[in-house]
């Protein structure tokens, strides 16, 4: 970020209790519920200051669901090859391709992602 008031780059310092080199999404996941994070941001140049609090309201977590992240793997991988292709012929015929197989596919998928046949 650039300093509002010169335009030169600021530091972001997230502490006062955490090391220098602590990233504030670092500082965010490690926090624990209701616990306040301090950001300082400074510009060296001229001065500017500014400082803001978060708080961590509530975490929520979720046991890992391993088809989920085989999915999300593979829909990374997938998009992955999809930006090395330049045709878009190619694009194209994949995308045909893939809403055949969608709609020859026995199982469908309802909006609570529950399969049914």
Known sequence: MD?????????LEVGPDRPLSTSL???VLAAEEDER???????????????RQLRIESIDTTAGD????????LI????????????VTT???LLT???????????????????TE
């Not at 994070?37 to 400082?51: A, L, N, Q």
């Not at 893939?98 to 309802?110: K, Y």
Request: contains cysteine.
């Open 37 to 51: 994070i301090e950001v300082s941001r400074d510009c060296w140049d001229c001065g500017w200051h500014e400082m």
């Open 97 to 115: 391709e893939a809403r055949r197989q969608r709609r020859a596919d026995p199982v469908t998928t309802d909006t609570d992602g529950n399969a």
């Open 3 to 11: 300093c509002p008031a010169c335009g030169s780059p600021v530091t």
């Open 91 to 93: 694009l194209e015929e």
């Open 25 to 27: 999404s670092d500082a």
């Open 66 to 73: 391993e088809t989920a992240v085989e999915r999300a793997g």
């Open 76 to 87: 990374d991988e997938i998009t992955d090859e999809l930006a090395e292709i330049d045709q």
